[in-house]
């Protein structure tokens, strides 16, 4: 026979098992209750986000369509102003072309004149001497230079004839200054005859003794005489040479010096084909004199009679007369 204690946690235990049962029941029904209005949620929210998207892409391809647009608007911007540079520069390539050296030389001195004539005028307007402030351009080295020049032009401002030896003298003088002398060679072969060591006169400078008697006579640190060997000796008698050396025709001039004198030769050749000497008084016309005195008397005769051999000379002119 059961006990009164054992009947009474049984009952206990059914009663929580009809409660946890409810609250099951309970719950199942109200996840069966919400799980509808979140799918309704959930597809109302989907549906806003592929609206979204779609407004999205389309401004996405909106904006891309516009910036392509414009691209190629630039583009052709770019297309166009290289072709009209292109035009302009052959138009500039053209007429550059057509002008030859000589009207190059005379546009450029026409445009050296006009930027004188402007600067001229600016200082004169500044109330400037122009030549005053041209000279502080100019320092003592360059003012020395010019007036050396002008000198030497003065003095060969005589192109008149006197003799042979006088037109010997200009072409020496002239072929003077296109001779430049190659120092390092020469500072070689006087090192050889004074018994110097290589590359002493460059340190120098190219200065020292040159005299033969010290290019023959050397000496040692302790001052003893050194006598030169047989090599120095022949360089010295090489190289310092009067008039009773009887060495000759030893020397065997480079390749570069052999184009150098071909080619100044080649330069005068060219020069005396071109050479035109200008004529006093070309624009008078006819030159009906031998020499200048017989000009000045032409000129005295044509002054009082040419008025009267008018006819005359028309029809020699002619060959016929009226």
Do not use: C
Not at 115 to 123: C, V
Not at 131 to 158: F, L, P, S, V, Y
Not at 215 to 233: E, I, K, M, W
């Amino acid at each position: 026979m059961p006990s009164p204690d054992k009947d009474v946690s049984m009952q206990d235990s059914s009663e929580n098992g009809a409660v946890l049962k409810n609250v099951v029941e309970a719950a199942q029904e109200f996840v069966e209750t919400i799980q509808p209005i979140e799918s309704g949620e959930g597809s109302s929210s989907s549906g806003s986000s592929e609206e979204k998207a779609e407004d999205s892409g389309s401004g996405e391809s909106k904006s891309t369509m516009e910036e392509r647009k414009a691209k190629m608007e630039r583009l052709r911007a770019k297309m166009r102003n290289s072709t009209q540079a292109n035009r302009a520069s052959l138009v500039e390539e053209s007429a550059k072309a057509k002008i030859t050296a000589r009207d190059a030389a005379r546009l450029e001195r026409q445009r050296k004149l006009a930027e004188i004539l402007r600067t001229k005028a600016d200082a004169e307007e500044r109330g400037e001497d122009v030549e005053r402030d041209k000279n502080w351009e100019w320092t003592i080295e360059d003012n020395d230079n010019w007036e050396k020049k002008k000198a030497r032009k003065a003095r060969r401002a005589d192109f008149e004839f006197h003799d042979d030896a006088h037109a010997a003298r200009r072409r020496y003088k002239k072929d003077l200054d296109l001779i430049k002398p190659d120092l390092e060679a020469y500072n070689r072969q006087k090192e050889l005859a004074m018994g110097l060591a290589p590359g002493s006169l460059a340190n120098l400078g190219g200065g020292g003794p040159s005299s033969s008697s010290f290019a023959l006579t050397t000496f040692n640190s302790t001052g003893s005489q050194l006598v030169p060997s047989d090599q120095q000796r022949i360089a010295a008698e090489s190289f310092y040479r009067d008039a009773n050396t009887l060495l000759y025709a030893d020397n065997k001039p480079t390749e570069d010096a052999i184009d150098r004198v071909v080619g100044k030769i080649n330069r005068d050749i060219d020069k005396k084909g071109k050479f035109s000497r200008k004529r006093l008084n070309e624009e008078e016309g006819d030159i009906t004199y031998i020499n200048e005195r017989n000009r000045v008397f032409n000129k005295k005769i044509a002054r009082y009679y040419d008025k009267y051999t008018a006819e005359i000379r028309a029809s020699f002119e002619r060959g016929t007369a009226l």
